[in-house]
């Protein structure tokens, strides 16, 4: 949406229709899961349309809105391609050809692929700080997922690190990857553990 003037029209959160639903934030905070197995079953726009609009009200020093997002659909050439370089990648690294293969099908066979980018700051400051901004992004984008009943699994390995991945995508060549995100119905319910957070905390009173 433009203003009469070509600029891009600001959302207030008055303006923002908020989905129904049972989830909690702290049910989503401690049931979000990663998943590496989903259900063969395609992934409604809708929901990755709620889930991206949740993305951009992330923290963010400056308003520099400095995420980029590629959604990559299933039955596509481009995901063959994808594909094809994330075996690349794993055969330099590793040098094993079943491995590779299986990074190779954790790429094609994923329902949706999202590639989060951030853009760079006027310094390294600015920079960190937007970095710090799209994580937090691509976190929303995993709590409305659980919303949604679906897994999103965060990726920043070999399938990231192809060296022609941003012209792949279409991203400019400053931009930093800062994660792929795999998203699907999952076919599997991992358990997870935290060291309790008093291990970690000095609380000054």
């Known amino acids: 949406m433009t203003t009469e003037h070509g600029k891009i029209a600001k959302l207030s ?9 049972e989830v909690s934030v702290y049910q989503a905070l ?7 197995h989903f259900k063969d079953e395609e992934v409604p726009e809708s929901a990755l349309e709620r889930m991206l609009e949740v ?6 020093h400056r308003l520099t809105e400095p995420w980029r ?10 995901r063959q391609t994808l594909g094809d370089q994330a075996y690349e990648v794993s055969m330099e690294r590793r ?12 790429i094609l066979d994923a329902p949706v692929l999202i590639y989060v980018y951030c853009v760079p700051g006027a310094n ?4 960190q700080e ?31 690190r192809h060296p022609n991945l941003n012209k792949t995508l279409g991203a400019e060549e400053g931009w930093t990857l800062v994660t792929m995100l795999s998203v699907g119905f999952p076919a599997e319910s991992p358990a997870a553990f935290r060291t309790p957070v008093n291990n970690f905390l000095h609380w000054h009173k």
Not at 30 to 36: I, L
Not at 55 to 60: I, S
């Open 13 to 21: 959160v008055d303006d923002i229709s908020v989905p129904g639903t």
């Open 30 to 36: 401690y049931q979000r899961r990663m998943a590496w």
């Open 55 to 60: 993305a951009v009200w992330a923290p963010n």
């Open 69 to 78: 997002f590629f959604v990559v659909s299933r039955a596509i050439p481009l």
């Open 95 to 106: 040098g094993d050809p079943k491995r590779a293969e299986n990074t190779r099908r954790s």
């Open 124 to 127: 390294e400051e600015a920079t």
């Open 130 to 160: 937007n970095y710090a901004s799209v994580s937090c992004a691509s976190h929303n984008i995993s709590l409305a997922g659980v919303a949604e009943g679906l897994a999103v699994t965060w990726e920043t390995g070999g399938a990231t």
